[in-house]
């Protein structure tokens, strides 16, 4: 069992405390795994216009690229599927993606796209 001590802030070696080592697990490189949605890497679509929604989105991957940014959610909303659509062909030619997918159940489900910029 790997334990390591943390010591109080004091010093005292007697309030020191056993902690778990975390474990630290992988996902391969040509997969997107669940991604947590931050304001850092979300683009909200919702309530724009098609035309609009996807310079936005161009502008905002833009700076999200130059960031370092590597895993961004996309948020285009289920609506009648036209916005979903034209997201997801914009992805398919966007020079910063390197591949994208449908949200998963806890990212928002079919909502959202969530692209990985390269």
């Given at each position: 069992?790997?334990?390591y001590?943390?010591?109080?802030?004091?010093g005292d070696?007697s309030k020191?405390?056993?902690?778990?080592?975390?474990?630290?697990?992988g996902?391969?490189?040509?997969m997107i795994?669940?991604?947590?949605?931050?304001?850092?890497?979300?683009i909200?679509?919702r309530?724009?216009r098609?035309d609009e929604?996807?310079?936005f989105?161009?502008s905002?991957?833009d700076?999200?690229?130059?960031q370092?940014?590597?895993?961004?959610?996309?948020i285009h909303?289920?609506?009648?599927?036209?916005?979903k659509?034209?997201?997801?062909?914009?992805?398919?030619?966007?020079?910063?993606?390197?591949?994208?997918?449908?949200g998963?159940?806890?990212?928002?489900?079919?909502?959202?796209?969530?692209a990985s910029l390269?």
């Open positions: 069992k790997d334990l001590l943390i010591p109080h802030r004091s070696k020191q405390r056993d902690y778990k080592k975390p474990v630290i697990t996902i391969a490189d040509n795994g669940t991604t947590i949605q931050t304001s850092y890497n979300t909200d679509l309530g724009k098609v929604a996807l310079a989105m161009n905002s991957m700076r999200m690229d130059r370092g940014i590597k895993t961004v959610i996309i909303g289920h609506g009648t599927g036209a916005m659509q034209a997201v997801r062909e914009a992805l398919k030619m966007s020079i910063y993606v390197r591949d994208f997918r449908p998963e159940m806890g990212e928002g489900g079919d909502g959202v796209s969530v390269r």
